[in-house]
Every structure is written in structure tokens, then in C-alpha cells.
């Protein structure tokens, strides 16, 4: 019985053994089939992990050395407007004109260096905006008073009071900001996150309780909100920056009254059916409905039409002309013809320039025999078919308006006389009404004349025979333009 039980035991190992030996190589066979795509996925997983891990370094360097740039901004903003609050204490108790004029120069210089700072910061735009209108009018004030002085004006009480007032302001954002620079110092405010968040375009809610680290410029903003208007010959007082367009007459019209004048603005090579869109409102300094008109070809004007009034405030056609068949002469007559057509009459061709096939051409409005640079409107004509592509009038709507000239004081032979001093030869001279600053229009002779073969505009008030402005003439084969 044993010897059969041997038997078949032996048998059984015999009958197993190739068959464990197929299922040994056949494991054998699946696990190298496995291994090399293995070791593939480790090496690309690696190579992922190394790339990832270096493109996380990149990024944690640059936001860093961006957050170095932030807080070294916010550091000189902080150090030109503790130097103004200073300056102007010091233009306060100074009884020197000469000394007086130099520290109000200061003023002006450290104002426009920390809008400058300023405007580099992740800050949130309103307090960007009006820390920055602040800043503006701060120097530019302190500018127009050290310009009086040098003019042999004394300071007014008036004048005083303001710079008073300003300082007083400047004072307390000044300790608004030390605030937020002692949080710098402590910790609280990381000018990385802060890039972050500027990336994102939003602020992290804080947690309940949780002071914001910021509080210290909303304490700005609220700080500026207290400024009073500022009134003054300069660029940036309150009646200039905050004017209303002059130029605007007539009765509001309504979006198809709007679409109906945009359809007659526009200049196409060839009409065809024309697909004008429904129209949106533009809120800027002109109210105004913009329009979309597209013909055939695909080719598309963009078209602002003043809800008062319904004046072309602007229009624009990107098409760009492959060659140049009219004449700079051609191309301007073209314009002024287009302009006097729709609402535009008297104007002027000032300055012009060729460039890439198209003509760049200013226009100002003329009264009797006197130009008004106030009044000015560019447009751009195509020189391949003498096509309107574009017509800026924002300065023209600002600026127009019915108006009485007083009459000259000196003579014109006055003006010649005192450009004669300096101008080899004087070519030509007529009346002009130029802007100041302040939006001042100021009757003067243009006297146009050339000087060691250059050519110049000498602007002499027309009243006083002060020199107002000069600009020197650019003559080119492409165009005249002034700097």
C-alpha cells in the first residue's frame, strides 16, 4: 500500500512539476512586462517632480524680489511724503522769495516722485487714485507759486491758506503710513501675499475680528476724501480735471436717432449692405452710444456718438492701406471737407504727418483771422482712396464755445519787433488764441520764423507782450508737426 501511495505521490510531483515551472516563467514573463513600464513612470514622474519643483523655485523667487520692489516703493512713497508735509512747513515761515521759490520746487519734485512710488503699489484704485490726485495737486500748487514768485508776485493770504491746508493733510497721511510701515516692520503685512492677491484681483476676507494689516491706507483714502476743491492756474485744480464739455449743443437724442447719424459718419471704399449694431452706452468724459458698422467686405468702423447733441465724438477704422495714390493736399482738403459735412465747419489743417500709407492731420477751429488751438479735432485719412479711417474731437467738444475776443493792446508790428531779436527771418504772423494750464485761453501772436535754419512758433500775449510759448517746427518730406 505504501508502494502505491509512492507511487502515485511521485507521479503527482512529476505531473506538477511542469506545470508549476509554466506558472513560475509565466509570472516571470508578466513581472518583466511591468518592470520597464515602471521604471519609465518613476524617471517621467521625477523629471515632472524636478521640473514642478523648479517652476514652484522660479515663482516663490520672482514673487519675492516683486515683494522686495513693492515694499522698497512703499518705502520712498512713504519717506517724499513726510519730505513734503516738511517742505511745506518750511515755505510757510520762509520770508525769502529766492529761498521760498527753491523749497516750493522741492515740494513739487518729492509730490511727483512718490505718485511715481505710489503707482508701482498693489493698492486698491480708489486709494490709488485719489492719493494720487492729491499728490498732483500738491506739487503742481507749489509749482504755480514758485513761478508767481519768480514773476515778482507775492504770496496772498489766499495762497497761504492752502498750502496750510495741504500741509496739514500731507501731515496726516504721513502718520497713516508710518502705521502701516511699523506693520511692515512687525510682520503683519506681506507685500508677497499682497502680490498674490494683486494677481488675483481680489483681497483675502479676513476672519472675524482679525484686524486688516491695510487699515492704515483705507485711513488715506478716507483722509483724502477731506480734501477741499482746489482752485488754481494749474493742470491739475479741481475746475480742470473735473470740467464739463462746452462744445455740446442741442437736445439729448435717444439710441436710434444715434445709429441713424453713426450710419452717415462712416466712409467706407465700398458700401454695400451695412450691418450697424444695436449700440452700447460709453460713461466717459462725453456720454455717449457707441456703434459697430460693418459692410460686405468685413470691414468694421467703430462709432461714438455724443448722447447730447448726437456730434461725432470719435471714429475708427483699423484698416491698413497697402499704398499711397492721393497727396498729402488731397488727403487734407478730404478731411476738411468730411468735417464741415458733419457738423465741423472752419477748420483749420495745423500740423500733419505721412506715415504708413496714412495722413495724421490736426485741425483747429478758425474765428475771422484767428486760429484757437483749444479747439482741436485730428483725423486720419487713407492715401490709397482718400478713406476717413478715424476722428478724434474730445478736445474740440471740451474746449468750443461762442466766445468775444478782446482786442490786441500791441500792435503787430510790436510782436515782429520783439522777435526780431532772435529769429533770423520771420515768415509769417497772425492771431492765436493758445490754452494754458489751467484751461486759461490767451490771445497771442503767432510769429513763425527761422532761426540757424531751423523753423519756430514765438507765442506773444497779445495783451501784456509777454512770451507765452515756444515750439520749435519739424519739416519733413512725410509732414509738419510742432514740439
Not at 522660479?58 to 516738511?86: C, P, T, W
Not at 506715415?355 to 487713407?382: G, L, P, R
Request: aromatic share 8%; hydrophobic share 35%.
Amino acid at each position: 500500500m505504501d508502494l502505491v501511495q509512492e507511487y502515485y505521490q511521485a507521479d503527482w510531483q512529476t505531473c506538477l512539476c511542469p506545470l508549476r515551472s509554466g506558472i513560475i516563467k509565466e509570472v516571470l514573463t508578466i513581472k518583466r512586462g511591468w518592470i520597464i513600464p515602471v521604471i519609465i513612470a518613476v524617471i517621467v514622474a521625477g523629471v515632472f517632480g524636478y521640473w514642478g519643483y523648479g517652476q514652484y523655485r522660479a515663482k516663490r523667487e520672482l514673487e519675492m524680489f516683486m515683494g522686495n520692489k513693492y515694499q522698497q516703493s512703499f518705502y520712498g512713497m512713504v519717506d517724499h511724503i513726510e519730505q513734503v508735509q516738511v517742505l511745506l512747513g518750511k515755505a510757510l515761515v520762509s520770508s525769502s522769495p529766492r529761498h521760498s521759490i527753491m523749497i516750493l520746487t522741492d515740494v513739487w519734485s518729492h509730490a511727483n516722485t512718490a505718485q511715481a512710488e505710489l503707482n508701482k503699489l498693489p493698492l486698491a484704485a480708489q486709494t490709488v487714485y485719489q492719493t494720487a490726485k492729491f499728490l498732483s495737486q500738491t506739487g503742481d500748487y507749489a509749482h504755480v507759486m514758485a513761478n508767481q514768485q519768480a514773476e515778482g508776485k507775492v504770496m496772498t493770504t489766499e495762497n497761504r491758506q492752502k498750502l496750510q491746508e495741504l500741509r496739514q493733510h500731507a501731515i496726516k497721511v504721513a502718520e497713516s503710513l508710518q502705521d502701516v510701515e511699523r506693520r511692515v516692520f512687525a510682520g503683519d503685512i506681506n507685500w508677497v501675499n499682497l502680490v498674490k492677491q494683486a494677481g488675483e484681483n481680489v483681497r483675502e476676507q479676513q476672519k472675524e475680528g482679525e484686524p486688516d494689516p491695510l487699515n492704515g491706507l483705507e485711513d488715506v483714502r478716507e483722509e483724502m476724501g477731506k480734501v477741499p476743491v482746489l482752485i488754481y492756474d494749474g493742470p491739475f485744480s479741481d475746475h480742470v480735471v473735473d470740467r464739463k464739455p462746452r462744445g455740446l449743443t442741442g437736445e439729448e437724442i435717444d439710441k436710434e436717432q444715434a445709429r441713424t447719424r453713426a450710419r452717415k459718419m462712416v466712409d467706407f471704399k465700398e458700401e454695400g449692405e451695412l450691418n450697424i449694431s444695436e449700440g452700447t452706452s460709453v460713461n466717459g468724459r462725453i456720454t455717449s452710444y457707441n456703434f459697430q458698422v460693418k459692410n460686405g467686405d468685413n470691414e468694421v468702423y467703430s462709432v461714438d456718438i455724443s448722447k447730447k447733441g448726437g456730434h461725432l465724438v470719435s471714429l475708427l477704422n483699423n484698416r491698413e492701406p497697402a499704398s499711397s495714390k492721393i497727396s498729402l493736399e488731397e488727403a487734407v482738403d478730404k478731411a476738411r471737407d468730411y468735417l464741415a459735412i458733419n457738423g465741423y465747419p472752419n477748420m483749420e489743417s495745423t500740423y500733419s504727418e505721412v506715415k504708413d500709407n496714412i495722413a495724421y492731420i490736426s485741425f483747429a477751429y478758425q474765428q475771422d483771422d484767428t486760429i484757437f488751438y483749444t479747439d482741436i479735432i485730428n483725423v486720419q485719412v487713407a492715401l490709397d482712396q482718400g478713406q476717413i479711417l478715424a476722428v478724434e474731437a474730445l478736445g474740440y467738444l471740451m474746449s468750443h464755445q461762442s466766445r468775444e475776443l478782446e482786442s490786441p493792446e500791441i500792435a503787430e508790428e510790436e510782436a515782429k519787433e520783439m522777435a526780431q531779436n532772435t529769429l533770423d527771418e520771420i515768415e509769417n504772423v497772425r492771431l492765436a488764441v493758445i490754452p494754458q494750464p489751467s484751461l486759461k485761453e490767451v490771445l497771442t501772436y503767432e510769429v513763425r520764423g527761422t532761426a540757424a535754419g531751423e523753423t519756430y512758433l514765438i507765442y506773444y500775449n497779445a495783451i501784456t507782450g509777454d512770451e507765452e510759448q515756444i515750439l520749435k517746427v519739424i519739416l519733413g518730406q512725410e509732414g509738419t508737426f510742432a514740439l
